[in-house]
Protein backbone atom coordinates (compact mmCIF):
# COMPACT_ATOMS: atom_id res chain seq x y z
CA UNK A 1 0.00 0.00 0.00
CA UNK A 2 1.41 3.43 -0.44
CA UNK A 3 0.16 5.77 2.34
CA UNK A 4 0.80 9.39 4.13
CA UNK A 5 -0.19 9.18 7.43
CA UNK A 6 -0.40 12.51 10.21
CA UNK A 7 -1.16 11.53 13.25
CA UNK A 8 -1.57 15.32 14.25
CA UNK A 9 -4.96 17.12 13.50
CA UNK A 10 -3.72 19.96 15.19
CA UNK A 11 -1.11 21.42 16.76
CA UNK A 12 -0.15 24.78 18.62
CA UNK A 13 3.25 26.88 19.04
CA UNK A 14 4.15 29.56 21.00
CA UNK A 15 5.75 32.59 18.91
CA UNK A 16 9.53 32.31 18.07
CA UNK A 17 9.45 28.51 19.64
CA UNK A 18 10.07 25.72 17.66
CA UNK A 19 7.67 22.92 16.49
CA UNK A 20 7.76 19.45 14.92
CA UNK A 21 5.05 18.27 12.28
CA UNK A 22 4.99 14.42 12.07
CA UNK A 23 4.50 12.18 9.05
CA UNK A 24 4.63 8.90 8.48
CA UNK A 25 4.23 6.82 4.99
CA UNK A 26 4.59 3.40 3.19
CA UNK A 27 5.36 2.19 0.00
CA UNK A 28 7.36 -0.02 -2.00
CA UNK A 29 9.16 2.24 -4.69
CA UNK A 30 12.73 2.42 -4.38
CA UNK A 31 13.23 5.43 -5.70
CA UNK A 32 10.22 8.51 -4.22
CA UNK A 33 9.79 12.15 -3.13
CA UNK A 34 8.11 13.65 0.10
CA UNK A 35 7.21 17.37 0.66
CA UNK A 36 5.47 19.73 2.93
CA UNK A 37 2.86 21.76 1.75
CA UNK A 38 1.56 24.89 3.54
CA UNK A 39 -2.58 25.91 2.79
CA UNK A 40 -3.06 29.37 4.80
CA UNK A 41 -6.26 30.71 4.84
CA UNK A 42 -6.30 31.94 1.11
CA UNK A 43 -6.36 28.31 0.31
CA UNK A 44 -3.38 28.53 -1.93
CA UNK A 45 -1.38 25.40 -1.39
CA UNK A 46 2.26 26.51 -1.04
CA UNK A 47 5.41 24.19 -1.24
CA UNK A 48 7.40 24.64 1.75
CA UNK A 49 9.77 21.92 1.34
CA UNK A 50 10.99 18.37 -0.70
CA UNK A 51 12.98 15.89 -0.20
CA UNK A 52 14.54 13.43 -2.80
CA UNK A 53 14.09 9.80 -1.05
CA UNK A 54 17.66 8.85 -2.78
CA UNK A 55 19.15 11.72 -0.90
CA UNK A 56 20.32 11.15 2.56
CA UNK A 57 20.72 14.75 3.46
CA UNK A 58 17.80 16.46 5.33
CA UNK A 59 16.22 18.82 3.43
CA UNK A 60 16.26 22.62 4.56
CA UNK A 61 15.01 25.79 3.64
CA UNK A 62 15.45 28.73 5.86
CA UNK A 63 13.21 28.27 9.29
CA UNK A 64 12.18 24.91 8.12
CA UNK A 65 13.99 21.95 8.15
CA UNK A 66 12.93 17.98 7.82
CA UNK A 67 14.17 14.91 9.61
CA UNK A 68 13.73 12.03 7.01
CA UNK A 69 14.20 8.95 8.78
CA UNK A 70 13.99 6.57 5.50
CA UNK A 71 14.36 3.28 7.23
CA UNK A 72 11.70 4.26 9.87
CA UNK A 73 9.60 6.12 6.91
CA UNK A 74 9.23 8.84 8.74
CA UNK A 75 9.52 12.35 7.36
CA UNK A 76 8.52 14.91 10.39
CA UNK A 77 8.92 19.20 9.33
CA UNK A 78 10.61 21.44 12.00
CA UNK A 79 9.55 24.96 11.98
CA UNK A 80 11.81 27.13 13.69
CA UNK A 81 11.20 30.71 15.00
CA UNK A 82 7.67 30.38 14.62
CA UNK A 83 5.98 33.16 13.09
CA UNK A 84 2.51 34.40 13.02
CA UNK A 85 2.34 33.80 8.82
CA UNK A 86 2.86 30.21 10.09
CA UNK A 87 -0.30 29.27 10.67
CA UNK A 88 -1.53 27.20 8.42
CA UNK A 89 -2.82 23.68 7.39
CA UNK A 90 0.14 21.43 6.25
CA UNK A 91 -0.21 18.75 4.15
CA UNK A 92 2.48 15.79 4.08
CA UNK A 93 2.66 14.89 0.59
CA UNK A 94 4.20 11.81 -1.46
CA UNK A 95 4.91 10.76 -5.01
CA UNK A 96 5.73 7.72 -5.55
CA UNK A 97 6.19 6.55 -8.92
CA UNK A 98 3.68 8.58 -10.81
CA UNK A 99 1.03 8.78 -7.75
CA UNK A 100 0.51 11.61 -5.55
CA UNK A 101 -0.75 10.62 -2.20
CA UNK A 102 -2.03 13.32 0.14
CA UNK A 103 -1.52 12.95 4.50
CA UNK A 104 -4.72 14.18 5.92
CA UNK A 105 -3.46 17.67 7.24
CA UNK A 106 -2.03 19.36 10.76
CA UNK A 107 -3.48 22.11 11.58
CA UNK A 108 -0.75 24.77 12.94
CA UNK A 109 -2.08 27.81 15.34
CA UNK A 110 0.62 30.46 16.38
CA UNK A 111 -0.03 31.54 19.57
CA UNK A 112 1.15 35.64 20.13
CA UNK B 1 -17.46 5.66 1.02
CA UNK B 2 -15.43 5.32 -1.82
CA UNK B 3 -13.80 8.96 -1.59
CA UNK B 4 -13.33 11.34 -4.12
CA UNK B 5 -13.47 9.46 -7.18
CA UNK B 6 -11.70 11.16 -10.07
CA UNK B 7 -11.77 10.41 -14.09
CA UNK B 8 -10.09 9.39 -16.19
CA UNK B 9 -6.59 8.65 -14.26
CA UNK B 10 -4.38 8.83 -17.42
CA UNK B 11 -5.37 10.94 -20.38
CA UNK B 12 -2.85 11.41 -23.37
CA UNK B 13 -4.27 13.87 -25.93
CA UNK B 14 -2.74 16.08 -29.14
CA UNK B 15 -2.24 19.59 -28.95
CA UNK B 16 -5.71 21.72 -29.50
CA UNK B 17 -8.11 18.71 -28.31
CA UNK B 18 -10.58 19.32 -25.78
CA UNK B 19 -10.27 17.53 -22.45
CA UNK B 20 -12.65 17.09 -19.98
CA UNK B 21 -11.57 16.13 -16.45
CA UNK B 22 -14.31 14.75 -14.09
CA UNK B 23 -14.76 14.60 -10.42
CA UNK B 24 -17.11 12.99 -7.62
CA UNK B 25 -16.83 14.65 -4.65
CA UNK B 26 -17.62 12.52 -0.83
CA UNK B 27 -21.10 12.61 -0.64
CA UNK B 28 -22.15 15.22 2.18
CA UNK B 29 -18.97 17.23 1.17
CA UNK B 30 -20.09 20.72 0.57
CA UNK B 31 -16.63 22.29 -0.78
CA UNK B 32 -14.98 20.96 -4.04
CA UNK B 33 -11.80 21.94 -5.18
CA UNK B 34 -9.76 21.77 -8.16
CA UNK B 35 -5.89 21.57 -8.11
CA UNK B 36 -2.93 21.23 -10.48
CA UNK B 37 0.63 19.32 -9.55
CA UNK B 38 3.42 19.94 -11.76
CA UNK B 39 7.33 19.75 -10.60
CA UNK B 40 7.92 23.46 -11.35
CA UNK B 41 4.90 24.83 -9.88
CA UNK B 42 4.00 22.56 -6.95
CA UNK B 43 0.36 22.09 -6.17
CA UNK B 44 -2.02 25.18 -7.63
CA UNK B 45 -5.52 25.49 -6.59
CA UNK B 46 -7.33 26.58 -9.58
CA UNK B 47 -10.95 26.91 -8.43
CA UNK B 48 -13.23 25.92 -5.51
CA UNK B 49 -16.90 25.56 -5.31
CA UNK B 50 -19.16 25.75 -2.08
CA UNK B 51 -22.35 24.40 -2.66
CA UNK B 52 -22.12 23.86 -6.49
CA UNK B 53 -21.13 27.72 -6.59
CA UNK B 54 -17.51 28.45 -7.81
CA UNK B 55 -16.21 31.09 -5.02
CA UNK B 56 -12.55 31.50 -6.07
CA UNK B 57 -11.51 30.91 -9.62
CA UNK B 58 -8.73 33.46 -9.56
CA UNK B 59 -6.17 30.38 -10.17
CA UNK B 60 -7.79 29.43 -13.39
CA UNK B 61 -4.88 30.01 -15.47
CA UNK B 62 -6.64 31.45 -18.77
CA UNK B 63 -9.75 31.31 -20.78
CA UNK B 64 -9.01 27.77 -22.39
CA UNK B 65 -9.83 26.49 -18.95
CA UNK B 66 -13.39 26.10 -17.15
CA UNK B 67 -14.88 24.23 -14.35
CA UNK B 68 -18.61 23.42 -14.03
CA UNK B 69 -20.60 21.66 -10.77
CA UNK B 70 -23.62 21.41 -12.31
CA UNK B 71 -24.97 18.94 -8.75
CA UNK B 72 -23.35 18.00 -5.65
CA UNK B 73 -21.89 14.95 -6.66
CA UNK B 74 -20.55 15.62 -10.02
CA UNK B 75 -17.90 18.51 -11.05
CA UNK B 76 -15.83 19.17 -14.61
CA UNK B 77 -13.00 20.34 -15.17
CA UNK B 78 -12.57 21.34 -19.23
CA UNK B 79 -9.34 22.70 -21.48
CA UNK B 80 -10.35 23.84 -24.74
CA UNK B 81 -8.01 24.19 -26.74
CA UNK B 82 -5.44 21.88 -24.59
CA UNK B 83 -1.64 22.57 -24.75
CA UNK B 84 1.73 20.91 -23.69
CA UNK B 85 2.34 23.11 -20.81
CA UNK B 86 -1.18 22.18 -19.79
CA UNK B 87 0.20 19.00 -18.64
CA UNK B 88 0.25 18.14 -15.22
CA UNK B 89 -1.71 16.02 -12.49
CA UNK B 90 -5.41 17.50 -12.10
CA UNK B 91 -6.50 16.61 -8.99
CA UNK B 92 -9.88 17.06 -7.13
CA UNK B 93 -10.96 16.88 -3.53
CA UNK B 94 -13.44 17.85 -1.52
CA UNK B 95 -14.66 18.26 1.91
CA UNK B 96 -17.28 19.69 4.61
CA UNK B 97 -18.38 23.05 5.89
CA UNK B 98 -17.83 24.08 9.29
CA UNK B 99 -15.33 23.24 11.73
CA UNK B 100 -14.33 20.50 9.57
CA UNK B 101 -13.91 22.25 6.36
CA UNK B 102 -10.12 22.19 6.30
CA UNK B 103 -9.66 18.84 6.17
CA UNK B 104 -9.78 17.92 2.80
CA UNK B 105 -10.09 14.69 1.21
CA UNK B 106 -7.91 14.52 -2.10
CA UNK B 107 -8.87 12.26 -5.43
CA UNK B 108 -6.12 10.21 -6.66
CA UNK B 109 -5.48 12.82 -9.48
CA UNK B 110 -5.60 12.32 -13.13
CA UNK B 111 -2.45 12.91 -15.21
CA UNK B 112 -2.49 14.59 -18.53
CA UNK B 113 -0.36 14.69 -21.37
CA UNK B 114 -0.74 16.83 -24.30
CA UNK B 115 1.66 16.15 -26.90
Known sequence: ?112 | DAGVIQSPRHEVTEMGQEVTLRCKPISGHDYLFWYRQTMMRGLELLIYFNNNVPIDDSGMPEDRFSAKMPNASFSTLKIQPSEPRDSAVYFCASSLSGLHRDEQFFGPGTRLTVL
Not at chain 1, 16 to 44: G, H, I, M, N
Open chain 1, 1 to 112: AQTVTQSQPEMSVQEAETVTLSCTYDTSESDYYLFWYKQPPSRQMILVIRQEAYKQQNATENRFSVNFQKAAKSFSLKISDSQLGDAAMYFCVGLYGQNFVFGPGTRLSVLP
